[in-house]
């Protein structure tokens, strides 16, 4: 039988705390869970009003996401690990190359894209950064996962969720997997759980399932340090927990002791780690849009529609006035313009429908998803220079914006480093490709990144992007073809060139100075050899008329 050292005045400490942190997040969760319906374009259960009108729906929001999430993806960051020291170079290059390793071997980009689209619609995306020991052949590996909002809770008033007292993760699990992993749990699966956690979906089925939590929470040692412990449990059983553990009980479960959660926020608030979306910011246009859409969609389909006013004694056959296929219409008695007479409704003012077009464009705007963004051109600007000045202009938002973003990712590759240096203790193969296409496999652990301690040595992460967009890549080609028609890569020029090239921003540009330094060297040491040699020809005597002897 499982004995946990967790007292039961802890335990319930971390249930009281639970459901307090639960009810204080209500709120958000159902905001979450709405933001979700406007992405689907479910959301005239939230804009339907007294007026039965046609349900329209537009796609003006999800354009705009779909844009900036375009934007984001271009520049999906490539993490450069940098060294303090000189001595910790080596170290920093190999980190360098097993960083993408690990990334691309737990599908980060596919994460990162999912990620993406969840922070642009809720405003924040949680990322776990966990060490799974079942995966790489039970090697254990990195394990970065998109986490869901409406399954994390946090002391509430915190900005920081590394400030929070507990950090609660909650999941709903198979009761049949829950008995083979924790024979110990018994009766308490399948019972009602302390709380039961919202789901997007009416109709997900939680019969043969349990609600399970991971609890986080930091321990202050003897000495001052704060290690990072975590509690599993479900109901009122604890299933497992780190401070049981010989290996972990003491130094905790991971060595960083942060919690393993990163929030990446797209428009922070205070008092909160979370923020606020796209979809919070622009719903009340696209509720307007969409409402103008159905009352101006009404009335083209009842004004577009001819309709007949006929007296009851006019004589006028109305089932051949109404068929379409008929040439003739038959008429009893005199035929008089009161008996018939053709009735349609006027259509909608112009100003309606203008009023319409002004909110499409106030979306656009709230959004920074304007139309030269994507290529479009308003206002007779069609000159490329203007378009592309146009669209750097509009970017501010967007470099913003993936500027915060890879302000996560740092922390994300801050926790990997750490997860390697603590557990990769055996050798491991990875396989490196150059950017020649060329691929090389070397075997790394812990041992050759540890130095004296496992904190040690101290690295810095510079973000770039991996790839430029097309915009991108057309815009440096050209600026090499200015250098090369301004002369700048003559020999003559080397010095000159080094200088400007200084004062610019852009991707190759270390790469194409230190070939003008080779270029500038190797032409100062043809200069230090031609004084030589022109000397020597000035002292060899001379013979015959030129000579100055007998004169």
């Not at 009108?53 to 271009?74: G, Q, R, V, W």
């Not at 001819?306 to 296929?325: A, F, M, P, Y």
């Not at 009893?332 to 313009?337: E, I």
Request: aromatic content about 10%; some cysteine; glycine content about 6%.
């Amino acid at each position: 039988m499982y004995q946990t050292t967790i007292s039961k005045e802890r335990f319930a400490d971390m249930q009281k705390k639970l459901i307090a942190y639960v009810n204080a997040k209500k709120e958000f969760d159902g905001k979450v869970i709405q933001n979700d319906k406007w992405y689907r374009a479910q959301h005239w259960d939230f804009v339907r009003g007294s007026t039965e009108i046609p349900e329209t729906t537009t796609s003006f929001l999800f354009n705009a996401l779909a844009y900036k999430h375009a934007e984001i993806m271009d520049n999906y960051p490539s993490p450069n690990v940098l060294a303090r020291e000189e001595n910790d170079v080596p170290q920093a290059e190999m980190l360098s190359q097993i960083i993408p390793f690990e990334l691309d071997a737990c599908n980060f980009k596919n994460t990162f894209s999912k990620a993406t689209w969840y922070k642009l619609k809720n405003g924040v995306v949680p990322y776990g950064v966990f060490f799974n020991p079942e995966l790489n052949g039970g090697l254990g590996d990195i394990d970065i996962q998109r986490l869901d909002i409406l399954n994390i809770f946090w002391e509430p008033g915190v900005e920081d969720i590394q400030n929070s007292r507990y950090l609660f993760l909650v999941n709903m699990v198979d009761n049949d997997e829950l008995r083979t992993l924790y024979p110990h749990a018994g009766d308490a699966l399948g019972q009602e759980g302390l709380l039961s956690i919202q789901s997007r979906e009416q109709h997900v089925d939680f019969q043969e399932k349990s609600l399970v939590v991971d609890c986080y929470y930091k321990v202050v040692q003897p000495d001052g340090k704060k290690i990072l412990h975590m509690t599993k449990f479900t109901g009122d059983t604890v299933l497992d927990s780190s401070e049981d553990r010989p290996q972990t009980a003491q130094s905790g479960l991971y060595a960083h002791g942060h919690y393993p959660v990163i929030f990446d926020v797209l428009y922070p608030m205070d008092g909160t780690p979370v923020g606020f979306g796209l979809i919070d910011l622009s719903k009340n246009c696209q509720t307007y849009v969409d409402k103008l859409d159905s009352i101006i969609s009404e009335n083209a389909l009842i004004s577009g529609k001819v309709r007949w006013l006929v007296r009851d004694n006019g004589g006028i056959n109305e089932e051949e006035l109404l068929d379409l296929s008929q040439d003739i219409v038959h008429v009893t008695g005199s035929l008089r313009d009161e008996n018939v007479r053709e009735f349609q409704a006027n259509p909608l003012d112009p100003y309606i429908i203008q009023h319409r077009l002004n909110k499409i464009e106030e979306l656009k705007e709230l959004t920074g998803n304007r139309d030269f963004m994507q290529g479009g051109s308003s206002g007779g600007v069609t000159a490329y220079g203007a378009i592309v000045a146009l669209q750097e202009a509009g970017n501010k938002l967007s470099r913003d914006i993936i500027n915060n973003t890879y302000e996560s990712y740092k922390q994300i590759i801050y926790m990997c480093i750490s997860l390697i240096r603590q557990f990769f203790d055996e050798d491991r193969q990875i396989r490196i490709t150059g950017e020649d296409g060329s691929r090389k496999y070397i075997k790394f652990s812990n041992k050759d990144l540890l130095g004296e301690s496992v904190e040690s040595p101290v690295f810095d992460i510079k973000i770039l992007p991996e790839k430029s967009n097309p915009f991108t890549r057309l815009s440096q080609n050209q600026m090499a073809q200015e250098f090369y028609n301004m002369g700048m890569f003559r020999p003559e020029n080397a010095r000159q060139a080094i200088m400007t090239l200084g004062m610019m921003s852009f991707e190759g540009k270390d790469k194409l100075i230190h070939e003008l330094e080779q270029m500038l060297q190797e032409q100062d040491a043809v200069a230090a050899q031609t004084p030589v040699e022109s000397t020597q020809k000035e002292k060899t005597p001379s013979s015959g008329k030129n000579s100055n002897q007998g004169t």
